[in-house]
């Protein structure tokens, strides 16, 4: 086994999981899931059938990624954390032929406490603050907070706000790497 999962985690068969990762107390990894190499997956997270998790994926303590959600390389899930994945969930109706796509997408991460409604996707590098509840798409570099979550501003790579100058170009001020912001949307210059 390429990978380690604590003697209280439940990894059902069927499941992919790539090396090095590590799956903590009291989680339950379901089947057809894809889980790429270096992640981790943190005490009581419940990964739903056919989920896929790119590589170095960091998932907190007591979250909820149901059918339907994708997440690519380098992701954060702030703990307790959720997704949904039925626009009207009812008991007694089933719903699984409605799961709803969410994707989020290279090096977002997602707050602790914040709600992914189903159906729209994060951007790359995105940031979630906590406790938000996400009821549209959102934007690479964007930082979305509150409920129902607003746009308030624009993330560098490392997790840094950005301020665009008079031309719309802004620097890291951990990386100094460069950004420009035109017609609503940031581009990553480099350094």
């Known amino acids: 086994m390429s990978y380690s ?7 059902d ?7 090095g990762t590590k799956i903590w107390h009291f989680s339950h990894i379901m089947p057809g899931c894809k889980i ?18 790119g590589n170095n994926v960091k998932i907190q303590n007591n979250v909820s990624i149901y059918t339907g959600v994708e997440c690519e390389d380098d992701v954060f899930l702030g703990p307790s954390c ?21 994707i989020v997408k290279k090096g977002a991460s997602i707050g602790a406490n914040a709600t992914i409604v ?13 406790g938000a509840v996400v009821t549209k798409e959102v934007p690479d570099y964007a930082l979305v907070v509150g ?35 035109k017609d609503k949307a940031v581009t990553f210059l480099g350094e």
């Open 5 to 11: 999962a604590h003697e209280t985690a439940v990894v």
């Open 13 to 19: 068969p069927g499941c992919e999981i790539g090396a």
């Open 36 to 53: 790429g190499e270096r992640c981790n997956i943190g005490q009581n997270v419940v990964v739903s059938p056919d989920v896929i998790l």
């Open 82 to 102: 959720v997704f949904t994945n039925v626009i009207n969930p009812r008991s007694a109706v089933a719903r699984k032929d409605e799961y709803r796509k969410t």
């Open 118 to 130: 189903c159906g729209h996707n994060i951007g790359a590098y995105a940031f979630i603050g906590a």
């Open 147 to 181: 409920n129902p979550a607003r746009h308030m501003g624009w993330m560098s790579r490392n997790g840094h706000k950005l301020v665009f100058d008079a031309d719309g170009f802004a620097t890291c001020p951990e990386t100094n790497e460069r950004y420009q912001i």
